[in-house]
């Protein structure tokens, strides 16, 4: 009888943990939080799957006649404008202009028109019936196989299945919530506005539309996600799994939590690499490559070329200098944010025009310069402290030059 009554109890555990797994997996959780409970799962007998399922909150499902879409996917057409009240309406076929047979709208006159309105309400109304009007726009244009899912806090644009569009919606609200915990004094998102998440299918969409916002001519390198804050903030990530993404939905919406600060490129970078890290758990270097790069790092970095990584362009080279800038402002940041009150000092002060060399003189009494030369392991060099001036005139340089 025992050994029924023992099999029985197996049994029951062993269905108990199977059904928590794929609840954990079709989780919205970090990949690293979703592997831990896993472990509690199947170590700790019944409490383990107890624990995972009231940490887990319960996900969206599926309608269950399959040939319909679940609430929140849009099936209203493109709008050809918008209007509320009595006001004027809003012709948005006019101010919508093409580049690579997809839609870009005059976010300046879109913004034109909101405010001319007397209501703060109804200027925000206005501002986002825009944005979701150009979403239905582009989903049109990407193909019927895109679909716009819209949750409280997000829009997901993307050909996705719509269970995994929907865990992706969470995911990003998630993520907002935890980005301003963890970015504490800094991060900020619009009360009402909803984070924007549009999800390319392959390299060649992803680049046409990026190069929408890019000069025609010149090299760039390659990326896999991108925040774009011009007139309409929202970030664009290339379709892969889920827990493929989640790091570069956790980097780029740290951008776009930061980018009312217009922050140095170095320091915008260094915040979104790490909290990158601690929220997806991605892009830990292990031990055996940290002497590799190190050695790597001391024979990049010259007086030159960390003039380019005050100024940002470093961040842009097509050499291993974009992945030891990267590395770099991470490492800084690091370093600088252990304090973090005196950090988010720095940081709320921090200019772009001269990479945040007066804030630091001002919250940390420290020369920029003369620290990243501790950190390159060599003695102090003026050369090395950031010259904005050298910065315009290799901009002036670059403009003057035949194409």
């Known amino acids: 009888m025992s050994e029924f009554l023992l099999c029985g109890v197996g049994a029951l555990l062993l269905v108990l943990n199977a059904h928590t797994t794929m609840r954990v997996l079709a989780s919205t959780e970090p990949v690293w939080r979703k592997g831990l409970i896993l472990w509690l799962v199947w ?28 609430i929140g996917f849009s099936a209203d057409p493109a709008p050809e404008s918008i209007a509320l009240r009595e006001g004027p309406a809003f012709a948005l076929l006019e ?69 995994v569009a929907m865990a992706t919606a969470g995911y990003v609200e998630s993520t907002r919530k935890r980005i301003q915990r963890v970015l504490a004094g800094l991060a900020h998102f619009p009360e009402h506005g909803k984070s924007i998440l549009v999800v390319m299918d392959d390299d060649d969409a992803y680049y046409d539309y990026v190069s929408g916002y890019y000069p025609d001519s010149g090299e760039f390198a390659f990326s896999g996600g991108m925040f774009i804050d011009a007139g309409c903030p929202h970030f664009l990530v290339k379709r892969a799994d ?94 600088m944010g252990q304090n973090w009150e005196l950090f988010t000092r720095f940081a709320s002060s921090a200019k772009r025009e001269d990479g945040g060399a007066e804030a630091a003189r001002e919250v940390y009494d420290m020369d920029l310069g003369a620290y990243a030369c501790i950190l390159m392991e060599r003695e102090p060099d003026a050369r090395w402290t950031p010259d904005p001036q050298s910065w315009r005139d290799e901009e002036r340089v670059a403009e003057e030059s035949p194409a």
Do not use: C
């Open 95 to 163: 101010h919508m202009g093409r580049y690579n047979s997809l839609p870009f709208l005059d976010w300046q006159k879109l913004n034109a028109w909101a405010t001319s309105m007397d209501d703060a309400d109804l200027q925000r109304v206005a501002l986002e019936q825009g944005r979701r009007a150009w979403l239905l726009h582009l989903r049109d244009a990407l193909g019927p196989h895109f679909h716009l899912y819209e949750s409280d806090s997000a829009y997901v644009l993307s050909s996705l299945e719509d269970v």
């Open 242 to 335: 889920l827990a493929a993404i989640e790091p570069v939905i956790a980097h780029e919406m740290t951008h776009s939590a930061l980018s009312h600060l217009k922050l140095p490129r170095w320091l915008d970078e260094g915040l979104a690499v790490n909290t990158e890290r601690k929220l997806a758990g991605a892009g830990v270097i292990p031990l055996g490559g940290r002497e590799q790069l190190r050695r790597s790092h001391l024979r990049f970095w010259d007086e030159a070329r960390i003039q380019e990584f005050w100024s940002g362009a470093s961040f842009f080279r097509t050499d291993e200098g974009n992945q030891l800038s990267y590395e770099l402002a991470r490492i800084l940041v690091e370093q």
């Open 43 to 70: 170590l700790i007998p019944f409490i383990g799957a107890w624990l995972a399922r009231i940490g887990i909150p319960k996900q969206a499902q599926a309608p269950s006649n399959p040939g319909a879409k679940p």
